[in-house]
């Protein structure tokens, strides 16, 4: 599987971005996917993950009632809407896949990952 995440950008505090993941490659509706974040300086950090149906949806404390992820399988696509955007989001946001039953804010988790998207906020 190859992902390839885009969507990000600069917005102020309060805006919204909705970052897309494309996925290449067979049985992309077998994986379990997820979002991660890198801040500069930081290590990466779980942000929110879903089930292979869509069924099963996961988040960070931090992003709780402000994100949404969702997944097309139809169209191979992972979603994250991110509303209600603050300056501590700011981050290279990277999307990842994995065939996975647990622990699905671990990196390690996952097995193939997109390249990053940046996602700047100003306050």
């Known amino acids: 599987v190859q992902l390839q995440a885009c969507g990000g950008g600069l917005v102020q505090a309060g805006g919204f971005l909705r970052l897309s993941c494309a996925a290449s490659g067979r049985a992309f509706s077998t994986y379990q996917l997820g979002w991660f974040r890198q801040a500069p300086g930081k290590e990466r950090e779980f942000v929110s993950a879903?089930?292979?149906?869509?069924?099963?949806?996961y988040y960070a404390d931090s992003v709780k009632g402000r994100f949404t992820i969702s997944r097309d399988n139809a169209k191979n696509t992972l979603y994250l809407q991110m509303n209600s955007l603050k300056p501590d989001d700011t981050a290279v946001y990277f999307c990842?896949?994995?065939?996975?039953?647990?622990?699905?804010?671990?990196?390690?988790?996952?097995?193939?990952w997109g390249q990053g998207t940046e996602v700047t906020v100003s306050s």
């Open positions: 879903i089930t292979w149906s869509g069924g099963g949806t």
């Open positions: 990842a896949a994995g065939r996975i039953y647990s622990d699905y804010f671990r990196p390690s988790r996952y097995d193939y």
